[in-house]
């Protein structure tokens, strides 16, 4: 409870079969590209596993952050985040995922975090 999140599903264009483990890096941005939240933090959970991504397969992570209507507003300073920018694991390229989602930028409450990445395009339970 208290969070806002997004599934980010990657998809294996390829056609070949290939696999991601752990957790990728992400950050909210505006809609000019800039940075809007602190780099995430991983989930504290088990040791990721490998997910194995034959041609057309997903692999999901989630990305959370603090709900603007938890914390008070001169803690929360709210914005609307135009997208995330996330780096898949093992990579060093981010991707930007268009979306609009309701963000904290003030600093008490201005926290990222991913869940280990998982196989199909559910996404990880918080």
Same mark, same amino acid.
Request: proline share 10%; charged share 5%; aromatic share 4%.
């Given at each position: 409870?208290?969070?806002?999140? @997004? $599934?980010? $599903?990657?998809?294996? /264009? ?14 909210? $941005? %505006? ?19 490998? @997910? ?8 999901? =992570? =989630? @990305?959370?952050? /603090? %709900?603007?209507? !938890? ?8 914005? =609307?985040?135009?997208?995330? &920018?996330?780096?898949?694991?093992? &990579?060093?390229?981010? @991707? ?15 926290? !990222?975090?991913?869940?280990?990445? $998982?196989?199909? %395009? ?5």
């Amino acid at each position: 409870m208290g969070h806002e999140s @997004v $599934v980010v $599903v990657f998809t294996n /264009t390829g056609t070949n079969a290939c696999g991601m483990v752990g957790y990728p890096s992400a950050w909210f $941005v %505006s809609q000019g590209g800039q940075r809007l939240s602190p780099t995430s933090v991983d989930e504290v959970g088990p040791t990721p596993s490998m @997910v194995d991504l034959q041609p057309g397969g997903d692999a999901a =992570t =989630t @990305v959370w952050t /603090t %709900s603007p209507a !938890v914390p008070s507003p001169a803690d929360c300073q709210q914005a =609307t985040a135009a997208g995330v &920018q996330i780096i898949p694991p093992g &990579q060093t390229a981010a @991707v930007l995922v268009r979306i609009a989602i309701p963000i904290c930028t003030g600093p008490a409450s201005n926290v !990222v975090g991913v869940t280990a990445m $998982v196989s199909g %395009s559910a996404g990880s339970p918080m």
